[in-house]
């Protein structure tokens, strides 16, 4: 029922800034919660950042705690990812996530999310 389309990403130096962005299809009227999820290669998936319904309450891993930033756009199920100050640590392939909230709060588990989108690169030259 629900599909997530992501965009962004690309290739930058250390330093530099990417930003994503995804958003729920057209045809989903529910208002979701959601989150940003990343994996490296030889890595397990691993919490980015969420935020609730509204976009009131945002959460953050603490590994990109202060550099990145996670939004909500003012159309339904839009949000936004804006990496500062990339390190090589950071290349992932990056996943959008999404779900039924159930509470006003964020969900920061990799299995409280029915909903992903096929991800994108995001590669921090060294």
């Known amino acids: 029922q629900v599909q997530l389309v992501e965009s962004g990403g690309g290739l930058v130096q250390a330093g530099d800034s990417l930003r994503l962005s995804c958003a729920a299809s057209e045809r989903t009227f529910e208002v979701l919660a959601m989150g940003w999820f990343r994996q490296g290669r030889g890595q397990e998936r691993e919490f980015v950042a969420a935020?609730?319904?509204?976009?009131?309450?945002?959460d953050y891993a603490d590994s990109v705690k202060g550099r990145f930033t996670m939004s909500r756009d003012n159309a339904p199920n839009t949000v936004h990812l804006q990496m500062d100050s990339l390190k090589h640590e950071d290349t992932a392939v990056y996943y959008c996530?999404?779900?039924?909230?159930?509470?006003?709060?964020?969900?920061?588990?990799?299995?409280?999310?029915?909903?992903w989108g096929l991800g994108v690169q995001g590669t921090v030259s060294s």
């Open positions: 996530a999404a779900r039924r909230p159930l509470s006003p709060g964020v969900y920061r588990g990799l299995h409280e999310y029915p909903y």
């Open positions: 935020i609730n319904w509204n976009g009131g309450n945002v």
